[in-house]
């Protein structure tokens, strides 16, 4: 288990340093996860170590968010003021997300194949 | 010397206090009791484990007088795992990647567009409806995993508190609406659904993809993963252009 966290680290440490150092608007996190892709492609896959650490820290991912969640206690007095607003714009930017993103694939697909159920 | 009261509770009381992972035994636990609370309610889209360990905690920290900044210090062994966890998406995007090889392109393109119209409408809606400026860039990366949304959030000026608050709610609402309001428009394909729900909706939108069919929640995963990079990628270039 020990190696497969290292392994990360240094692949979160590696995106840290390259996105300050370069001054770049990722996130190093991020960063640090594109790399990793990059070298799964190179080495067509991860060692079974690494894998094991990933899908462990992946399955208690959410609670990872939750300390920072709880910062929404400082943020009382701004809900109060733009809570409607927010909810709106949510709303129906996920609605219009969803359908530009289904309906683009949609065509796209019966272009393509015209029995898009081929694939499913 | 007395032994008369061998439970000395101000003892016990001050070590509670000091200990540095009393919350992160809190947070912990509130999980746990919120996971199980979703299970037993088969998955009741509102009580989604995150909100409700939120919602506990901060009636716990209310009730007890707690600053947030002390329980932070507490549970911050948690929030750095995050970034370690956010670099092992890296092997479920790969998975993904490998098993949809054949429909690469037109799933780049729909990635293309469909990522920028959930930041682009963002934007627009969040002035339209006159949100302030930090929070409107808190809004921007609504649709992608949280602990991208959060960190692109901070980079880029916003409140990654709220954001981490409004990305949870977006997966919510996204994972309810996506599969009536596509069947409307007359997208029905396990594929199109389940890519849909991955870009608008992340990881929250995965898993009803899953119910829907494992292809559905193969082309989620994929969607959710790929959005996280378009994001981040895009997200200062488009904050940079746009009017403020």
């Known amino acids: 288990m020990l190696y497969g966290f290292t392994f990360l680290v240094i692949f979160q440490l590696l995106g840290e340093v390259l996105s300050r150092g370069l001054h770049l608007p990722v996130p190093g996190p991020v960063l640090g ?16 170590r690494v894998g094991r650490v990933c899908s462990g820290l992946l399955r208690y991912m959410a609670l990872l968010f939750v300390p920072a969640g709880v910062g929404l206690m400082l943020l009382g007095p701004l809900l109060r003021d733009e809570g409607w607003a927010m909810l709106a714009v949510l709303v129906l930017s996920t609605i219009i997300t969803l359908l530009v993103a289904g309906l683009t694939l949609h065509r796209l697909l019966r272009r393509r194949h015209p029995s898009a159920d081929e694939f499913s | 010397m007395s032994f008369a009261n061998p439970l000395d509770s101000q003892a016990m009381l001050l070590a509670l206090q000091t200990a540095p992972f009393l919350w992160l035994g809190v947070t912990a636990g509130c999980f746990l009791l919120a996971e199980r609370l979703y299970a037993r309610t088969r998955h009741f889209p509102l009580l989604h484990p995150v909100l409700v360990s939120i919602v506990l905690i901060v009636a716990i920290l209310r009730l007890c007088g707690v600053p947030y900044q002390s329980y932070f210090s507490g549970a911050q062994l948690f929030h750095w795992l995050l970034g370690t966890a956010t670099v092992a998406l890296a092997v479920p995007l790969f998975d993904n990647l490998q098993r949809v090889r054949a429909l690469l392109w037109p799933l780049l393109i729909a990635l293309l567009i469909g990522g920028l119209a959930g930041m682009l409408s963002a934007l627009a809606l969040g002035k339209l409806f006159g949100l302030s400026p930090a929070v409107l860039v808190s809004f921007v990366p609504k649709s992608v995993t949280t602990p991208i949304a959060m960190a692109l959030s901070q980079h880029a000026g916003g ?6 608050n409004v990305v949870i709610l ?20 396990d594929i199109a659904q389940g890519f849909a729900l991955g870009i608008a909706a992340h990881g929250v939108g995965t898993a009803r993809a899953m119910q829907i069919s494992p292809t559905a929640g193969a082309f989620a995963g994929l969607a959710m993963g790929l959005n996280g990079v378009l994001t981040s990628l895009t997200l200062a270039l488009l904050l940079a ?4």
Do not use: E, Q
């Open chain 1, 33 to 48: 996860m594109l790399l990793l892709v990059a070298w799964a492609v190179i080495k067509r896959g991860v060692d079974d």
């Open chain 2, 159 to 164: 409140l990654p508190a709220l954001t981490a």
């Open chain 2, 170 to 189: 977006t997966g919510i609402f996204g994972a309810m609406i996506a599969v009536p309001l596509l069947s409307l428009f007359g997208v029905r394909s």
């Open chain 2, 241 to 244: 252009f746009w009017p403020a």
